[in-house]
């Protein structure tokens, strides 16, 4: 859990949920407080966005149990017409994602129209941030496609309720997951690689364009361990040779998520705010050779 994460979760945990519906002075007071904390946090400007008011937007989310007004008060932020402002309230609806109340990812999936309406606009433009926004805005989309797809997995992919889920699964349910889950992993790891290739060539707003990494490690480790404990099961239950190429795309991408955490780790103004995975030096067995069943022989030519 990162640095952030465990704070929400520290401070989440005292909160003092209600599912009482408000009286319009309420309801009109926390729309303003959404709006001034959406606002402070998609500011105009080349600074990253403050993390404050981002974990205030999301405890909103759990006093309330909604996430209807923050995506209402997003909206009125007019992210088609500012390239800074938009690029940070996707950072910020990420972590909305990860961090907020349970009904979050469920509203949330009800947006995707909106989100992809939003990506068509960025399509259009050449700026520096444009691709990004739209690659971002992709990204999101495709989490909100696989937690629809698979809806008792939680917004943030912590690895206890994670597994509480996956422990009920089918074997060939549990197959399917896990291949889905190293197709996000490959989007992960495909935004990444969009954002250092842009640090690169253009140095200009880079601590902006760093902070989504907050967001995608915190993604990437959590889907790591879900598919390395979902790959051990699925050795036990199918044996080493069905799962082959599960076993060969989960090690591909584990030699990424090595270069991704080693440029991350780098970079001291991310691992302020989030603790960056130690991975061991190879990826993990998920089965002894020596007791793997024989491979048949092959046919000798006549």
């Known amino acids: 859990m990162d640095r952030i994460s465990h704070s929400m979760h ?14 319009k002075d309420e309801s009109e007071k926390y729309k303003y407080e959404q709006l001034v904390h959406l606002k402070k946090a998609c500011a105009k400007g080349d600074e990253a966005p403050k993390q404050k008011h981002i974990r205030a937007a999301i405890m909103s989310t759990w006093e309330h149990q909604s996430s209807q007004i923050f995506w209402d008060s997003l909206k009125g932020l007019k992210l088609g017409a500012d390239e800074v402002v938009c690029w940070k309230a996707l950072y910020t609806i ?42 971002y805005n992709t990204f999101l989309r495709t989490k909100l496609d696989f937690h629809d797809r698979f809806p008792a997995l939680p917004g943030d ?36 690689t969009l954002i250092f290739e842009s640090c690169h060539t253009n140095k200009k707003d880079i601590e902006l364009r760093l902070t989504a990494l907050i967001a995608l490690v915190t993604e990437s480790g959590r889907l790591y361990e879900i598919v390395a404990k979902a790959l051990v099961k699925l050795h036990a239950l199918f044996g080493p040779s ?55 022989p092959r046919p000798q030519p006549e």
């Open 10 to 23: 520290t401070a989440t945990s005292n909160i003092k949920t209600s599912a009482r519906t408000l009286t």
């Open 94 to 135: 990420h972590r909305m994602l990860q961090d907020g109340h349970p009904s979050v990812i469920r509203e949330s999936v009800m947006e995707r129209r909106s989100l992809q309406s939003l990506g068509q606009i960025w399509e259009g433009h050449r700026t520096h941030l444009s691709t990004l926004i739209v690659s």
């Open 157 to 192: 992919l912590n690895l206890q309720d994670s597994l509480a889920v996956t422990s009920t699964m089918s074997a060939e349910n549990l197959f399917e997951l896990a291949a889905q889950i190293m197709e996000m992993q490959e989007n992960v790891l495909t935004m990444q």
């Open 242 to 296: 069905t799962c082959e190429g599960h076993r060969n795309r989960f090690n591909q991408q584990f030699g990424q998520l090595k270069k991704f955490y080693f440029d991350c780790v780098n970079l001291k103004f991310l691992t302020g705010l989030c603790d960056v995975p130690s991975l061991p030096d190879e990826p993990p067995r998920f089965f002894d050779p020596a007791t793997a069943p024989a491979m048949p």
